[in-house]
């Protein structure tokens, strides 16, 4: 049953997270995708999730975030344990106490410059489906292993063709080391002001 992008369908025990979907666009072509990189755009000097395409051309979504989920995102492809468990740990922590799956996230549209995603959750036979930011929703994906796709439309729309790199193609060879590293070079350049 296909659901309305950015809403959830009531699926009992579990699916009184939210409401009842009300009639939109309905997501029924998804692209996989990979999780590319997360990078700073030098622009803007503002975190960007790259969203690629794992078959076809290759297009890429990029979807500006926020630094603290660009620290979470990252933190959790490098492997970093905290001393408590960061808002993501604790989402996977709790599905996994209740024995529920992510599925997969998908983004599904972007409405008024804001991309939505929503999580396809399992729990035995019932299915759900709550809706999400998408940096949240891949920081949760990358906890859980769980598989990336957006929206053929979406990506028909907004992704991008970037230009390969031709010297070993070092960004699809960069360690979770080095993510984290170009990650934390950009926290040492900002200042309070850039938030203002």
């Given amino acids: 049953m296909a659901v309305p992008a950015g809403h959830h369908r009531r699926d009992a025990p579990f699916g009184g997270l939210g409401h009842t979907p009300t009639p939109g666009r309905y997501i029924s072509v998804m692209v996989e995708v990979r999780l590319r990189a997360v990078r700073v755009d030098l622009q803007s000097n503002t ?9 076809g051309e290759g297009r890429t979504l990029p979807i ?33 106490s209740l024995d529920i799956e992510v599925e997969r996230v998908v983004v599904t549209e972007l409405r008024s410059s804001t991309y939505f995603a929503e999580l396809h959750l399992l729990a035995g036979a019932n299915r759900s489906i709550v ?46 080391e080095e993510l984290v590293g170009q990650f934390r070079q950009f926290l040492d350049s900002i200042r309070p002001e850039d938030f203002g």
Avoid: K
């Fill in 64 to 96: 500006f975030i926020g630094t603290p989920e660009a620290t979470a995102i990252a933190y959790a492809l490098q492997g970093v344990d905290t001393p408590r468990p960061m808002t993501h740990d604790l989402i996977r922590d709790m599905f996994a």
């Fill in 47 to 55: 975190p960007v999730l790259l969203l690629q395409e794992t078959d």
């Fill in 131 to 176: 809706s999400s930011r998408p940096s949240d929703a891949v920081a949760v994906a990358v906890r859980t292993g769980s598989p990336l796709f957006v929206s053929d439309e979406l990506m028909d729309a907004e992704g991008v063709l970037l230009a390969v790199e031709t010297e070993g193609e070092e960004e699809d060879d960069a360690t979770p």
